[in-house]
């Protein structure tokens, strides 16, 4: 809790939120996935690491899960907390660029990408290109799990993927917007 407000105030616009995500929240991130059949999960953004302790409670062993953190001193202590276990790999980069990181670790799809960025505070630019990428590394039958604080960028998101869930979640600081998307049968390039 107190390097994730350190770090928000460092960044605020990169880190996006004052407090990790709450139980409830991450709950309703985990209810969409389908543990048996993920073969590779990735995370953006994973920050301390709330969802990340949710998603190998519930794995299978062989399920791969990719973290994907901007944030050095966040990267630090994932590092420090799961750099031993098996199938786990903490990228220190950004999400606009996991088709190279995938590949770089021999995957080239995800069954599931779970996102918490804030698009809202991000450019957006960067914002297209993270949705771009997500939706070229996606497997057909993969999903895109993304919580927002608002609803402001549904028609971005809308651009890439086509909605099949929405839950608003009010026991978190501040409540939050589930959106569970499949990839949509056309979208715009890079
Ligand atoms: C709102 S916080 C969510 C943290 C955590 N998932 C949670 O729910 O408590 C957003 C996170 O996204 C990270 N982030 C922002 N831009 C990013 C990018 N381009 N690539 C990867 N991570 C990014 C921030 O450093 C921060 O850890």
């Known amino acids: ?46 920050g301390t690491g709330v969802f990340t302790e949710a998603l190998l ?27 031993a276990h098996v199938g786990v790999h903490i990228i220190h980069g950004s999400a606009d660029r996991t088709a190279e990181y995938l590949q770089a670790l021999g995957l080239t799809a995800a069954d599931y990408v779970v996102c918490g960025l804030p698009f809202s505070s991000l450019p957006r630019r960067l914002g297209w290109r993270v949705l771009a990428h997500t939706r070229e590394v996606l497997l057909p039958a993969g999903r895109l799990i993304l919580f927002q604080y608002s609803e402001r960028n549904r028609r971005l998101f809308e651009r890439f993927f086509r909605l099949e869930g929405h839950e608003h979640v009010l026991l978190n600081l501040p409540p939050a917007h589930v959106f569970t998307y499949a990839p949509a049968a056309e979208a715009p390039a890079v």
Do not use: K
């Not at 105030?9 to 991130?29: C, K």
């Not at 944030?71 to 202590?77: H, I, M, S």
């Open 1 to 46: 809790m107190a390097s994730f407000i350190g770090e928000f105030f460092r960044n605020p616009a990169v880190v996006g939120s004052l407090v990790p995500s709450s139980p409830e929240l991450t709950a309703q991130v985990m209810a969409p996935i389908d543990f048996g059949r993920a073969g590779c999960i990735v995370e953006y953004g994973p």
């Open 57 to 83: 409670q519930r794995r299978r062993p062989e399920t791969r899960i990719v973290l994907i953190e901007v944030n050095r001193r966040f990267c630090q202590l994932l590092q420090e907390r799961y750099a």
